[in-house]
């Protein structure tokens, strides 16, 4: 598949696509269909696009500010060069990729040490580092001084050393980030998480949640995503795209203005990252995807490419999913299998990228094996 500036090229299979045969995808076109007729899609992105303002200049915003001259900019005009696999990715097609731990990235020195330990499969092309995590942390030195003020900064190693000592080791770096399951940020900022009436919202554990319907979240995600695409990482993971309150948090908010606004925000860091010469892929829950509870909408998306994680324990070995049974007992490789199998029935044109997740390494390796046709992340 390849991407342009101007749209995204579709791939045509002898099958229809898979949305419009699960209960789902009924919803979906159904919803979609009414959004046209009566205009709510486009007054919904009208909305939006003036919450994520993703257009703030450097200096218009405390948050936006940057607190030092550092940039790692990736200057190489790189070609996309996909072949006509559908399961293929621009600039690399079937690649296998380790996730580093939290820990491996505190220090330069730690970040060495993983690249250089015996951790590492055989055949692994490309690393990802955990950049954004959940709970608000950067594992990384930014210098988005809403960051700082936050206090969510909490590694001393910049971009730039980060992507040179991936590169140097022979292997290849892809950047992940969890946007949106993030406590730190709204303690600083309350206009950036939930309310409840006047007051900022608290989950049980007594923490505020990022809201994607403010702008101060739309200039903070947007800055952040433009200093780590701007570094040398082939692809950006987004994950976290979803809603972390429950309705009653947001009652005001329909289901179809919170799915438009998702989407919008993730067509924003899209364009960001698409710009800065690097890819952006959406990370979806297996789970989710499978119980038809996307909080996104599929359609209006403008990423193309989607990270499916299979997690090994969370998944389960029952679903049901658009009104069958599944049975996914089995070794990790079989489950991962049966997964997968389902999930092409459901994608449609949608290019995969297979996460697996939640088990020891010798189950994460086993279940890779059934996905060796896909580009494949495992940790």
């Not at 293929?88 to 990729?97: G, K, R, T, V």
């Not at 949608?350 to 060796?372: F, H, P, Q, W």
Request: hydrophobic share 40%; aromatic share 8%; net charge negative.
């Amino acid at each position: 598949m390849k991407f342009k500036p101007g749209g995204r090229k579709i791939y045509r299979t002898r099958e229809k696509n898979q949305y419009s045969k699960t209960t789902f995808g009924k919803v979906v076109s159904v919803a979609l269909m009414g959004l046209f007729l009566v205009g709510i899609c486009f007054l919904g992105y009208s909305a939006a696009s003036s919450i994520f303002d993703f257009d703030r200049k450097v200096g218009d915003s405390e948050i936006v500010a940057t607190t030092t001259e550092d940039t790692s900019v990736n200057t190489e005009n790189t070609e996309d060069t996909t072949a006509d696999n559908p399961n293929a990715l621009p600039l690399s097609n079937n690649y296998y990729c380790i996730m580093l731990n939290n820990d491996d990235m505190k220090d330069i020195n730690s970040l060495r040490s993983a690249l250089a330990s015996g951790q590492l499969s055989t055949g692994v092309t490309h690393i990802m580092v955990p950049l954004k995590i959940k709970g608000g942390e950067l594992l990384y030195a930014s210098s988005v001084m809403g960051a700082f003020n936050a206090g969510a900064v909490k590694s001393e190693v910049k971009l730039s050393e980060i992507t040179a000592e991936i590169n140097s080791a022979g292997y290849k770096a892809i950047a992940y980030v969890n946007v949106l399951d993030d406590n730190l940020f709204p303690v600083k900022y309350p206009n950036a998480g939930y309310k409840s009436g006047n007051s900022l919202w608290l989950n049980g554990d007594g923490k505020p949640q990022l809201s994607p319907f403010t702008s101060e979240c739309g200039q903070y995600i947007g800055a952040l995503m433009h200093e780590i695409s701007f570094a040398d990482f082939e692809q950006v993971i987004i994950g976290g795209m979803k809603i972390y309150v429950s309705d009653e948090v947001i009652p005001e908010e329909g289901y179809m203005n919170r799915a438009s606004g998702l989407t919008y925000l993730a067509n924003e860091i899209n364009s960001t990252v698409s710009s800065n010469n690097s890819k952006a892929v959406l990370e979806v829950s297996a789970v989710d995807l499978l119980n038809e509870k996307l909080d996104f909408l599929p359609v209006g998306l403008n990423i193309t490419t989607w990270a499916v994680n299979i997690g090994l324990k969370e998944i389960g070995d029952v679903i049901v999913s658009g009104g069958m049974t599944y049975d996914l007992t089995g070794t990790p490789a079989e489950k991962t299998s049966k997964v997968l199998e389902i999930i092409k029935t459901k994608v449609g044109d949608v290019n995969i990228v297979v996460r697996i997740t939640d088990g020891n390494t010798a189950e994460l390796i086993s279940a890779k094996s059934a996905a060796d046709n896909y580009p494949c992340i495992i940790g």
